[in-house]
């Protein structure tokens, strides 16, 4: 079943906590598809006046800033011993290399890779721990953490919240031509922060044999 038909069959409530459990588990450093479940209940909104996408965003930015303070504090009480153990949990995501391409970026950019992590997938997982395992100091990471969730979140809804509402309403005139035009809006606009998120972190440097 596609996640949005699931997420139909849920109450509004459930939803929002669904959304915050998520984003929240994936922000300390669980790899789970929050943008996926995000974008979804964003659509879903737009087409169902039950869900409240203020209430959706707000719940979206709480896990997301919650998920990072935890993972902040486990990462800075667990140390490298715990991105360890992450990488052999979860080779796929934690890998050495991914680790280290995560460790430049922070030594690099501090605060920015924790704000621009939110729009990547991988520093997305990594940022709250990594940054407690580099003991970036809290106050730095907490504005960050803060400003990127609200950024990331709040405009995540917010977009494709209203490229729905646009979509349904272009579709009722000019069948799927609307619906295409507005989907291929949204996507550009997701692509363009995605693109300067990435654009503000180092490329990988790949040792000398």
Do not use: C
Not at 87 to 100: L, T, V
Not at 126 to 143: D, N, T
């Amino acid at each position: 079943m596609h996640v949005q038909e699931w997420l139909e069959t849920v109450p509004a409530v459930a939803v929002y906590a669904l959304v915050g459990l998520v984003i929240g588990l994936e922000s300390l450093g669980i790899p789970l598809p929050g943008e996926i479940i995000l974008v979804s209940s964003a659509l879903l909104a737009s087409q169902h006046g039950d869900i409240d996408p203020v209430v959706l965003g707000a719940s979206a930015t709480a896990g997301a800033i919650i998920g990072d303070s935890i993972g902040y504090a486990i990462g800075r009480k667990g140390g490298r011993p715990l991105l360890a153990w992450l990488g052999a949990k979860f080779p796929r995501h934690f890998s050495e290399g991914h680790i280290a391409t995560a460790e430049r970026s922070f030594q690099k950019w501090g605060m920015w890779a924790v704000f621009f992590g939110r729009f990547v997938a991988l520093l997305r997982i990594f940022a709250g721990p990594l940054a407690g395992v580099l003991r970036m100091p809290y106050w730095k990471f907490l504005i960050a953490n803060v400003l990127g969730g609200i950024v990331w979140a709040g405009g995540t809804t917010a977009v494709i919240y209203y490229v729905g509402i646009v979509a349904e309403s272009w579709l009722k005139r000019f069948s799927w031509l609307g619906l295409v035009l507005a989907v291929l809006i949204g996507v550009t606009s997701m692509l363009v922060l995605r693109r300067k998120a990435k654009k503000a972190t180092p490329e990988p440097v790949v040792a000398a044999e």
